[in-house]
């Protein structure tokens, strides 16, 4: 699937062309229920054409599954004739994309532009690669956490309020509904290779993060492997898919299922609990590509809890998407008035309505309209105060590769946990090197 996929990609960005400096193409994601990007740069385009006399807008949505955007862009940058002027970039990807020199600094142009203030400094950095430059402009950002169903628990007689304070009280609860409300999945933990970053991020590392270890210790500049947290994290998933409170392996590992959950799972009432993501409504409100009136009143929201509910009780992570300019733009000015239209206060809350985005500037946090149209919002910016970021290192993206074969072998049962951390330790020594791994346990 991602091969005719990726080909697919390819003979469109093919088409675009060489820029002669009069066009700046735009790339972004545009898939199943991911609508919100393709809506703002179908909004700012005749904007922008109408700022700037003499240059058009391409925009180029790339219909792919997350894993397949990433190998389209960057097959797209390899060539000066199909390289976006400005790209739509994963946070964990900017070191590597800096390394390899398809991004452009934007240190000046963020020092000169007054929007800029605005911005959170977390979200700040969250652009900045390890030479100190930044790469980008936030697009918002998200945050971790569980959503069930109140219709379901209403039948497993679970209360309406459901609050977990401990793996122990989510694996009671989802035993519960399996006893009681037999044909729907009682919780979805996504795993394997199929969903790529979903496995890495809302699955292992929400997990590994509420034990108290970390995948990267910031203090001795290593990387943690293997851990305590890691076995406990690989456990709860086995506990979770060798008693069949999970989906299938087959449904678990099909690249699809995480734009099925929000877009079939949840909204049909077969999923009873979701750790999943803040952005999970773009695909419900009006507009939306599964349109669901009733999810605010059927769908309550929880905060991950730490493993045995040990400080500070709450777990989430938070990555998030920038607006990049690329390297080999030949009309970097235009480009960079692009970033600035499409990020300043008015396009930024179109954003983040559009795509249920967390808000990482001060002036829309703060604008009413922000909270107005989804009744969640309130409670996933609650969660930045707790929330983590993955290892914004280059190698990065290496390692939540084996992250995502190692919980496969664990869903799969083709590895006991232990087996599955030991064999993961080994792939993080090769790819990081054996001096930037130290092991806890």
């Not at 700012?44 to 599954?65: R, S, T, W, Y």
């Not at 190998?71 to 060539?79: A, F, P, V, Y």
């Not at 803040?278 to 669901?292: E, H, K, R, V, Y």
Request: with cysteine.
């Amino acid at each position: 699937m991602t091969v005719v996929t990726v080909a697919a990609g390819l003979s469109a960005c093919g088409d675009s062309g060489s820029s002669d400096g009069k066009t700046i193409k735009v790339a972004y994601q545009k898939f199943g229920n991911f609508i919100g990007a393709d809506e703002l740069f179908k909004k700012i385009k005749p904007v922008f054409e109408q700022q700037n006399p003499g240059v058009k807008l391409k925009l180029i949505p790339i219909e792919a599954d997350e894993n397949s955007y990433y190998t389209k862009l960057g097959l797209m940058r390899r060539s000066k004739a199909t390289a976006p002027d400005v790209a739509y970039e994963d946070t964990f990807f900017v070191n590597s994309d800096a390394q390899a020199r398809f991004l452009m600094p934007l240190d000046d142009k963020l020092a000169s532009w007054p929007d800029w203030n605005q911005f959170v400094s977390a979200a700040k950095a969250a652009g900045k690669a390890g030479d100190g430059h930044t790469y980008g402009v936030p697009m918002g950002t998200d945050t971790r956490g569980l959503w069930y169903n109140k219709k379901i628990f209403a039948k497993a007689g679970l209360p309406a309020d459901w609050q977990p304070k401990s793996w122990n009280d989510l694996l009671t609860a989802a035993r519960q509904i399996k006893a009681k409300v037999p044909g729907v999945i009682p919780l979805n933990v996504y795993a394997g290779k199929g969903v790529g970053e979903a496995a890495s991020m809302q699955g292992f590392e929400m997990l590994l993060y509420g034990t108290g270890d970390k995948l990267y210790d910031d203090q001795t500049k290593k990387w943690v492997a293997p851990s305590r947290g890691m076995n406990d994290a690989m456990n709860f998933l086995k506990t979770v898919y060798s008693e069949k409170l999970g989906p299938t392996p087959q449904q678990a590992l099909d690249p699809h299922w995480s734009d099925n959950v929000s877009g079939q799972e949840l909204s049909q009432g077969k999923l009873a609990i979701d750790l999943d993501g803040s952005w999970l409504p773009q695909a419900w409100i009006p507009g939306g590509a599964s349109a669901w009136p009733d999810w605010s009143k059927t769908l309550g929201t929880a905060p991950m809890p730490t493993q045995n509910g040990q400080a500070p009780g709450k777990v989430s992570l938070s990555g998030g998407w920038l607006l990049s300019v690329g390297a080999n733009t030949k009309n970097p000015d235009a480009a960079w008035k692009l970033v600035q239209l499409a990020m300043n206060k008015e396009n930024s809350l179109f954003f983040y309505i559009k795509g249920t985005q967390v808000s990482v500037r001060n002036d829309v946090t703060a604008d009413p309209e922000y909270l107005k149209g989804n009744p969640t919002q309130k409670f996933w910016t609650s969660l930045v105060q707790y929330t983590q970021y993955r290892p914004a290192y280059s190698v990065y993206p290496q390692i939540s590769n084996q992250l995502q074969a190692a919980t496969e072998a664990v869903v799969t049962g083709q590895a006991a946990p232990e087996k599955a951390v030991a064999d993961l330790a080994g792939q993080i020594k090769q790819l990081a090197g054996p001096d930037k791994v130290e092991g806890t346990s």
